[in-house]
């Protein structure tokens, strides 16, 4: 079991940049395959970023080349880049981890990103 914590939303004007930043509470190197997903109020939690235990990484349509998502097997950690923000990218942000030996879904609680200006 691996407990995750979120960081670094807030407040941004459009074309702005934010960091956010997961914590695990454990090792994920080999284990967990990391990514963030992002849920607005009465919308279904849509992914936005994956990055596999290997450094592949896949990433929504909406965000490509906008955003880079990077783990950091060392520090347990993986982070999410987010450039040229829009306010269509306002939503909750949750960092997931996915155990590849069986599958079992960890998430954090969440961190609120807004865009506006």
């Known amino acids: 079991q691996v407990q995750l914590v979120e960081s670094g939303g807030g407040l941004v004007q459009p074309g702005g940049s934010l960091r956010l930043s997961c914590a695990a509470s454990?090792?994920?190197?080999?284990?967990?395959?990391m990514g963030w997903y992002r849920q607005i109020p009465g919308k279904q939690r849509e992914l936005v970023a994956v990055?596999?235990?290997?450094?592949?990484?896949r990433y929504a349509d909406s965000v490509k080349g906008r955003f880079t998502a990077v783990r950091d097997d060392v520090k347990n950690t993986v982070t999410l880049q987010m450039n040229s923000l829009k306010p269509d990218d306002t939503a909750v942000y949750y960092c997931?981890?996915?155990?590849?030996?069986?599958?079992?879904?960890?998430w954090g609680e969440g961190t609120l990103v807004t865009v506006s200006s």
């Open positions: 997931n981890a996915r155990q590849v030996l069986d599958g079992m879904v960890y």
């Open positions: 454990r090792s994920i190197f080999g284990i967990y395959n």
């Open positions: 990055v596999t235990t290997s450094g592949g990484t």
